[in-house]
């Protein structure tokens, strides 16, 4: 369920259309990849290359390829090989490329993004600008449009929160004490919301009618260590 986030997809598909350089970026798990999956279906995917591991060239490459080849031809390949795949594709569509789940880049990955930007508009998609977590990459991104997804404010947070409790068949009394507790334990985060309501559903975190927040959320961050 996507709420709240009609101007980020606006600006995005602007920028696909415009064949505009864009940097998305926002902390872990508020939605990027959402929004972006999203943008896809709504465009068709007409014109745009998404590889959604981007983590390194390799891994790029492989995701860009994965449309036309089977994923256990690819693991094998090496990088000059995925490479010379990838020019062949890029050079005869021409297509916007969306870069997702880039991390720190070094030399060679700055070098290959560098000679694509020369014919091919891009957005690259990272949890931060911070040079101390996307290396070489922030030296790019002078000719890049940015684009911060944020929490949900309040609003939209209640929306999605209402959203889930009628999805997850949650029986909450006292609806509106549900949704200000699930808002201050998530600060707004789409996929903390959806934890929460899904854990507010089991039976051990229920005393009555009340249900116990603050257990619930602690399990809830321990579980997520464990994973």
């Not at 259309?17 to 465009?43: A, C, M, W, Y």
């Not at 890049?144 to 929160?161: P, Q």
């Given at each position: 369920m996507l709420i709240g986030r009609a101007n980020e997809i606006e600006e995005i598909v602007d920028a696909v259309?415009?064949?505009?350089?864009?940097?998305?970026?926002?902390?872990?798990?508020?939605?990027?990849?959402?929004?972006?999956?999203?943008?896809?279906?709504?465009?068709g995917d007409k014109g745009i290359l998404y590889s959604d591991n981007c983590s390194t060239i390799k891994t790029s490459l492989a995701g860009f390829l994965k449309g036309d080849y089977d994923s256990s031809f690819l693991s094998c390949r090496n990088i000059t090989s995925l490479r010379k795949l990838f020019y062949k594709k890029v050079h005869k569509e021409k297509p916007y490329l969306i870069f997702d789940h880039m991390g720190s880049v070094g030399s060679k990955f700055f070098s290959y993004l560098e000679n694509l930007l020369d014919e091919h508009p891009a957005l690259f998609i990272a949890r931060s600008p911070d040079p101390g977590e996307i290396g070489d990459l922030s030296l790019l991104l002078f000719s890049?449009?940015?684009?911060?997804?944020?929490?949900?404010?309040?609003?939209?947070?209640?929306?999605?929160?209402t959203h889930f409790i009628e999805s997850f068949g949650l029986v909450v009394d006292k609806v509106d004490h549900f949704r200000k507790e699930v808002f201050r334990l998530s600060s707004g985060n789409p996929a903390t919301i959806r934890e929460i309501c899904h854990y507010a559903g089991k039976e051990e975190y229920k005393v009555g009618k009340e249900i116990k927040f603050r257990l619930l959320n602690?399990?809830?961050?321990?579980?997520?260590l464990r994973l």
């Open positions: 259309s415009q064949r505009k350089n864009l940097f998305l970026f926002g902390p872990e798990s508020v939605g990027k990849t959402v929004i972006v999956k999203h943008v896809l279906d709504k465009t890049f449009d940015k684009l911060e997804v944020c929490n949900l404010n309040r609003k939209h947070a209640f929306e999605l929160i602690l399990d809830r961050k321990i579980d997520a």
